[in-house]
């Protein structure tokens, strides 16, 4: 089953220091939480219309493969779909 936005997810980190599974939730590609701080935006808060411009530019050049995941950590990071796993 593909991973698609608003999944709850399960993924395995910290092998070098005892694994621990985390949990979170798949945000849409252009959801303005993924791209706050990010380089492409000079690091600051981008409009709406700046994110959705820019995820139309990624994905007429494929270059969005992973997916953004809010963690229950707080933090927003870009996953490989293939490592994330659908939580119960």
Same mark, same amino acid.
């Given at each position: 089953? @593909? ?7 399960? +993924?395995?980190?910290?092998? /070098?220091?005892?694994?621990? #599974?985390? =949990? !979170? ?14 380089? @492409? ?7 709406? +219309?700046?994110?959705?411009? /820019?995820?139309?530019?990624? #994905?007429? =050049? !494929? ?23 659908? +939580?119960?």
């Amino acid at each position: 089953m @593909a991973i698609k936005t608003g999944d709850t997810v399960i +993924a395995v980190y910290g092998r /070098h220091n005892g694994q621990r #599974e985390y =949990t !979170g939730v798949v945000l849409a590609r252009n959801d303005i939480r993924a791209w706050t701080g990010a380089v @492409a935006f000079d690091y600051a808060e981008p409009t709406q +219309a700046a994110v959705d411009a /820019h995820v139309a530019w990624c #994905e007429r =050049t !494929g270059c969005l493969g992973r997916v953004p995941v809010a963690w229950e950590f707080g933090k927003v990071y870009w996953e490989e779909p293939d490592r994330l796993v659908l +939580a119960c």
